[in-house]
């Protein structure tokens, strides 16, 4: 599926949006996950101090235990969530106040279904469980719509994940102070 955005409805921001969309409907999604990549590692360390904790673990998840640790991924006691919970609104501030709401509502519409299909289709091919095939790709989606927002608002602040997703793998959640990476 493709997305597009037109210059002509939403400005020059729309052809960058257009080609990150692109570049999101067509990674090969979850293709790495069983693996550990020291860099997606680092990329996740670089992405948590960004956010400007310091005390936070990351722990890789071998494929078959993705549907169990789901099973244990929660926001209490996270330094982490703390942070995070409050950008999607600081984001959409930005956003109206550059007046690109009309886009940021047209990539809401739009990109979500366009990279389930892929992101099904990756997790799908991995041989994971029901629970975890449905899990990672809402995530693949959220991950998408996140990086999409940023971009939209002028910050690169999940340039990071992007690189993690393009790597053939993804941040799975918290628990805690813990993030776990597949």
């Given amino acids: 599926m493709t997305v597009q955005f037109k210059e002509e409805t939403y400005g020059p921001e729309a052809l960058s949006l257009t080609g990150l969309a692109e570049k999101l409907t067509s990674l090969d999604?979850?293709?790495?996950?069983?693996?550990?990549?020291?860099a997606v590692e680092q990329q996740v360390r670089q992405f948590v101090e960004a956010l400007g904790v310091e005390q936070f673990d990351v722990k890789w998840v071998a494929k078959e235990d993705i549907a169990a640790t789901i099973g244990k991924l929660t926001?209490?006691?996270?330094?982490?969530?703390?942070?995070l919970k409050d950008i999607p609104?600081?984001?959409?501030?930005k956003i109206d106040e550059k007046e690109r709401t009309a886009l940021l509502e047209s990539m809401v519409?739009?990109?979500?279904?366009?990279v389930f299909h892929p992101a099904y289709?990756?997790?799908?091919?991995q041989g994971t469980e029901?629970?975890?095939?449905?899990?990672?790709?809402g995530?693949?989606?959220?991950?998408?719509?996140?990086?999409?927002?940023?971009?939209?608002?002028?910050a690169d602040l999940f340039q990071p994940l992007l690189d993690i997703v393009e790597s053939g793998h993804t941040?799975?959640?918290l628990e805690g102070n813990t993030i776990y990476i597949v």
């Fill in 139 to 154: 995530n693949a989606m959220y991950i998408s719509v996140m990086v999409c927002t940023a971009a939209i608002a002028e």
């Fill in 121 to 125: 289709a990756g997790a799908f091919k």
């Fill in 29 to 38: 999604w979850f293709d790495k996950i069983g693996t550990t990549d020291a």
């Fill in 171 to 173: 941040v799975l959640g």
């Fill in 89 to 93: 609104d600081k984001l959409k501030n």
């Fill in 109 to 114: 519409d739009a990109l979500p279904e366009a």
């Fill in 75 to 83: 926001f209490d006691n996270s330094d982490v969530w703390q942070v």
């Fill in 130 to 137: 029901e629970k975890a095939i449905s899990y990672l790709v």
